[in-house]
Nanobody
């Protein structure tokens, strides 16, 4: 079982930046496929980005967000630039140890973090 802990959320003005971190433990980190999802109040959870060797992005964040990983630190990062009020949500990281044909299918992930709140004010 993988334990995931997110950090880095907060309140930022529109146009600003935040960097989220997802620290993993319990499994060999380099084998893990890691994704970020987000869920706004009253909305379904949605895919944001994923990484293994390649990176994958939702259309709504492509060009603004960058996902990266540091295997030595067992950590995945989500650099979020040019933030918009519609990016406000709880952000979760998730892990799976097999490749997925669609990294946006949240039911395929078997480990989740507790989430970190991101609030973007207009």
């Amino acid at each position: 079982q993988v334990q995931l802990v997110e950090s880095g959320g907060g309140l930022v003005q529109a146009g600003g930046s935040l960097r989220l971190s997802c620290a993993a433990s319990g499994r060999t980190f380099s084998w893990l496929h890691i994704a970020w999802f987000r869920q706004a109040p009253g909305q379904e959870r949605e895919f944001v980005a994923a990484i293994f060797w390649a990176t994958y992005y939702a259309a709504s964040v492509k060009g603004r967000f960058t996902i990266s990983r540091d295997n030595a630190k067992s950590t995945v990062y989500l650099q979020m630039n040019s933030l918009k009020p519609e990016d406000t949500a709880v952000y979760y990281c998730a892990a799976v140890d097999i490749p997925l044909s669609n990294y946006g299918e949240d039911d395929k992930y078997n480990s989740w973090g507790q989430g970190t709140q991101v609030t973007v004010s207009s």
